[in-house]
């Protein structure tokens, strides 16, 4: 029997790639485990060079792993591209998110947030610092432990707004999942798959990553609240 091929990915996509490694053992007999954690400390340990065969993670951290020498030349292909929603506690007010201003006041109103430690909410502490709101948000912002969803802390209580990839939040128990960010300020995370270097059967990954990407896993993409990239 051919053993499992191992792989690494940020928790944004781990129901997801759940779903589609089992579609495809079923359909090709060959097994997939993926270990999901949180985006930084997957790319650290791929860095690193721990063994594992594919890693999926926000493309540009798969475009400095690729420079890096840890994953191979041109092996990169891009599967899903993934949105910021927020989320209140369930049955808690919903913040108007009709437009960036009116995100802007829920912003500045919430009594402590919390954002995603990944690429997205890189992004949204740039867009505060935009909106002048950096210092003023410095003691309310509680950061997540690796590997903790937002959504988590939203329905401790912990926080009264979170934001975070949407998919990660449609399927948390104790939330309410307001919306996605309006339009003129959503960020959109492309998230790629690519053979590590330390792999020693980089076509059985490759097959695999043609999988993830065909046009028979749109559905599912979009059933976690991704669209096909």
Do not use: N
Request: aromatic share 4%; net charge neutral; hydrophobic share 45%.
């Amino acid at each position: 029997m051919t053993s499992p091929l191992r792989g690494i990915s940020s928790m944004a996509t781990r129901l997801l790639l759940a779903e589609l490694t089992e579609a495809y053992r079923q359909r090709t007999g060959q097994a997939v485990q993926i270990e999901s954690v949180g985006g930084v400390d997957a790319a650290r340990r791929v860095q690193a060079g721990e063994a594992f065969d594919v890693v999926l993670l926000a493309s540009d951290a798969i475009a400095q792993l690729e420079a890096a020498g840890r994953v191979l030349p041109g092996s990169a292909v891009p599967l899903v591209r993934s949105g910021v929603g927020v989320a209140v506690r369930a049955g808690a007010p919903r913040p108007d998110l009709s437009s960036a201003d009116a995100v802007r006041r829920a912003v500045a109103a919430a009594r402590r947030l919390s954002c995603s430690t990944g690429p997205s909410g890189v992004a949204l502490a740039r867009l505060f610092e935009r909106w002048g709101l950096g210092a003023e948000l410095a003691d309310r912002t509680v950061t997540p432990p690796p590997g903790t969803p937002v959504g988590s802390l939203v329905a401790s209580g912990a926080v009264d707004l979170g934001f975070q990839q949407l998919s990660e939040l449609i399927h948390l128990d104790g939330i309410d999942v307001v919306g996605p960010l309006p339009p003129d300020i959503q960020i959109v995370t492309t998230f790629t798959g690519a053979v590590c270097a330390t792999c020693d059967r980089p076509e059985a990954v490759r097959d695999l990553l043609a999988f993830l990407a065909s046009p028979d896993t749109a559905a599912a993409k979009q059933r976690q609240g991704m669209d096909p990239a």
